[in-house]
């Protein structure tokens, strides 16, 4: 899973490296970091829809509980 420090570092070393960088170089670094946002957003994509189906799940239970008693 990707983390929001290391991608601030990632971003950190972009800029400090963007002074002496040619446009090939840019193209290549955006290209990158949209790489790496897409993989950032599928992952809190899994996330979120794993945390959903627990939370339908334990809500499932506890009405079939409630309904029980």
């Not at 290549?28 to 959903?52: I, P």
């Amino acid at each position: 899973m990707v983390s929001l420090a290391r991608s601030e570092r990632k971003a950190a070393r972009f800029v400090r490296g963007a002074k002496d960088i040619d446009l090939d170089d840019l193209y290549d670094h955006l290209e990158n970091l949209r790489d790496y946002v897409h993989e950032l957003s599928q992952n809190v994509g899994k996330s979120a829809s794993r945390q959903y189906g627990r939370a339908r799940a334990y809500t499932s239970e506890a009405a079939q509980e409630a309904e029980n008693s």
